[in-house]
């Protein structure tokens, strides 16, 4: 095949993965924006270290009960969340071979009486009333458990290159019919933000069940898909807000710990992205056959072509600097990532050793 076929290949092979990745997310369900009203739920926040984020998370449920149960903070979390309203508990100790989050996220429910329990993430911030607006939609549409994506907030240079990548890729291997379907046996729940009835949490056993596992979210929605719990996973941009990583480092140890172990735990959806990623990072070698070859007019077409089809993802023109980045960056993370876990070596994440 010559280079000009071979990039056209490419090409084509690039802009259906970023096609279907798009159309994949956009056919989540997305949260109505009706009004508010009163409902029984507690929102729990797992925190470790989150003196940074946890006032404003913590803020935006006044009129909430709010439990921040705390993973051993050494900073000023555990004053900051009590000056913002929250009522605070202690995670108790790590047993052996359990992660903080569904530590903490399970104590945090044993603190809690009401019907619904709402787990948050302590760098994720919501629009007035949508605690009582996520319930509403639960009961309307008859769910025993609901996630939401959240808008993702970026700011500094690599957390604008990487993080709307790694979800286009991510989103390559996600079929929202089938997550969202009881007749599939594929799962996925975002534990940013993650909805439960009580009655539902108790008898999935809550986060105790999954308490060993890194990707603590999907567990629980396999969990839940195996004991024939409702669930739906949904959209809520313009109502939920994210800003996950704030440096290359937390964006390099946050993606090495999971995505490998995301891939894993769903294999069909893990062929796909692996797929995915190797037809993108054959961006660099195509573009450099047809340079060598000098099909200057396709070299020039080609060296936008994935900044051009994942501009939805990034919200700007600025997808075309930065893609070529984020596939190679993001591939070594991956791939640091798969040798972590194949080696069991562990990834520091919050000043514990994970994996």
Partial sequence: ????????????????????????????????????????????????????????AVRSFPGVDVVVADDASSDGTVELARAAGARVIAAPPLPEGHLGKPNACYAGALASITEWLLFVDADTWYEPGFAT??????????????????????????????????FALYFTGVNADRVNSALSKEALANGQCLLVRRDTYQRLGGHASVATSIIEDVALARR????????????????????MYESLGAIWRGFEKNAFRFLLINP?????????????????????LLLAGGNWLGAAGFAILPGLVLIPWYGSP??????????????????????????RRKTDWKGRPVG
Avoid: C, W
Wanted: no cysteine; proline share 6%.
């Fill in 133 to 166: 607006r996520f319930v509403a939609y639960a009961r309307r549409e008859r769910l025993e458990m609901v996630s939401a994506f959240p808008r993702q907030h970026t700011e500094t240079f690599f957390e604008r290159a990487l993080l709307p990548y790694a």
């Fill in 224 to 243: 839940a898909k195996q004991l024939g719990v409702n669930t739906r996973v949904i959209r809520a941009e313009a109502q939920a807000h994210v800003r």
């Fill in 318 to 343: 600025g997808a075309i600097v930065f893609t070529p980045i984020a596939i190679y960056l993001f591939q070594l993370i991956a791939l640091s990532g798969m040798f972590k876990t194949l080696t």
């Fill in 1 to 56: 095949m010559n280079p000009t076929a071979a990039a056209a290949l490419i090409a084509a092979g690039i802009v259906v993965l970023a096609f279907k990745a798009r159309l994949n997310y956009l056919r989540l369900p997305v949260l109505p924006p009706e009004p508010a009203r009163e409902a029984d739920v507690t929102v729990i926040i797992p925190a470790r270290n989150e003196a940074a984020n946890i006032e404003r």
């Fill in 268 to 288: 069909l959806s893990g062929v796909i992205v692996v797929t995915a990623s190797i037809v993108l990072t054959s961006y660099l070698p195509m573009l450099a």
